[in-house]
Nanobody
Framework: VQLQASGGGLVQAGGSLRLACAAS????????MGWYRQTPGKQRELVAR???????HYEDSMKGRFTISRDNAKNTVYLQMNSLKPEDTAVYYC???????????????WGKGTQVTVSS
């Protein structure tokens, strides 16, 4: 499985960016796709995740500003980020967690990451 992320860049505070991540390879019909982010010296943290059925989970600080969505036909997950703040500056990583049809995790895959920089 390979994940290719795109859409990062430099934006002013209050602006918006949309990230996309396309998965390719042998992908289970049951999986979770999501976004994480990491800043230097800190652990990678969850931003949002979405199931094949469209159920979503957000980190509390991202609720209301970020929206995760996916296109199952394209195996692609999106992250719409609005009202960006300087503290959102980080490398954003795409994640795919493969699951069996019974929901048991069986594989974890990561993209290379895309830099998001929010200037004040």
């Amino acid at each position: 499985v390979q994940l290719q992320a795109s859409g990062g860049g430099l934006v002013q505070a209050g602006g918006s960016l949309r990230l996309a991540c396309a998965a390719s390879g042998s992908i289970n019909s049951n999986n979770l796709m999501g976004w994480y982010r990491q800043t230097p010296g800190k652990q990678r943290e969850l931003v949002a995740r979405i199931s094949v059925e469209g159920s979503t989970h957000y980190e509390d600080s991202m609720k209301g500003r970020f929206t995760i969505s996916r296109d199952n036909a394209k195996n692609t997950v999106y992250l719409q980020m609005n009202s960006l703040k300087p503290e959102d500056t980080a490398v954003y990583y795409c994640n795919l967690e493969q699951r069996t049809r019974w929901g048991i995790p069986v594989g974890d895959y990561w993209g290379k990451g895309t830099q998001v920089t929010v200037s004040s």
